[in-house]
């Protein structure tokens, strides 16, 4: 059983367009994130929830806007594409947000590619 | 701000030969520290995760090590295989904010 699955795996759309990235967890975990890995590899967080509230919000430009329906979803809607957003999006999850001690699990990722 | 820096940022070695990957972090004030791998095209697989108060934790054929005092943690891995070429990154939890900060990675190639 796939513990976070995201949906698609790959995504090609067009500058201008709104898109959708959706991603579950199975774990009965309470918090989940949303990460960006960039042309350079390198991973950076950009939203987390625990209990469906928002906890963290990175410095990302507000045509992003995260929604979780429940504890097991978060989604990521970006409105108005830009090439800049082409990147692989990682969704992770953990038990907790106050113990700092879980270790995170990730989700195979979502490559966005914009043209 | 954390920083995470990994040193080599590549390395290929022939089948058999241990490896040795390095990542140092700025500020020592973490949770814990996570080292990953990631596969070409794929998602991030947790390997190993060492606590704060730990200094080391095994897993097979992997040894990751923490010495908290000097930002550093070593991953070891014994016995190389052409299965273990991937890119390994390292993470550390902060205490200031829970954000996990990563390294951008040391991509390994093993030679059949």
């Known amino acids: 059983d796939t513990a976070v699955s995201q949906t698609p795996k790959y995504l090609v759309t067009q500058m201008g367009n709104d898109k959708s990235i959706k991603c579950e967890q199975n774990l009965g975990h309470d918090t989940m994130y949303w990460y960006k890995q960039d042309s350079k590899k390198f991973l950076k967080i950009m939203f987390s929830?625990?209990?469906?509230?928002?906890?963290i919000n990175e410095t990302v430009p507000n045509r992003f806007s995260p929604k979780s329906p429940d504890k097991a979803h978060l989604n990521l809607h970006i409105n108005s594409l830009e090439l800049g957003d082409s990147a692989v999006y990682f969704c992770?999850?953990?038990?907790?947000?106050?113990?700092?001690?879980?270790?995170?699990?990730f989700g195979p990722g979502t490559r966005l590619t914009v043209t | 701000k954390q920083e995470v820096t990994q040193i080599p940022a590549a390395l290929s070695v022939p089948e058999g030969e241990n490896l040795v990957l390095n990542c140092s972090f700025t500020d020592s004030a973490i949770y814990n520290l996570q080292w990953f791998r990631q596969d070409p095209g794929k998602g991030l697989t947790s390997l190993l995760l060492?606590?704060?108060?730990?200094r080391e934790q095994t897993s097979g054929r992997l040894n990751a090590s923490l010495d908290k005092s000097s930002g550093r943690s070593t991953l070891y891995i014994a016995a190389s295989q052409p299965g273990d070429s991937a890119t390994y990154l390292c993470a550390v939890r902060q205490y200031s904010d829970y954000k996990l900060s990563f390294g951008a990675g040391t991509t390994v190639t093993v030679r059949a």
């Open positions: 060492i606590q704060s108060s730990q």
């Open positions: 992770a999850s953990s038990p907790a947000w106050a113990s700092g001690s879980y270790e995170q699990y």
């Open positions: 929830y625990n209990n469906k509230e928002l906890i």
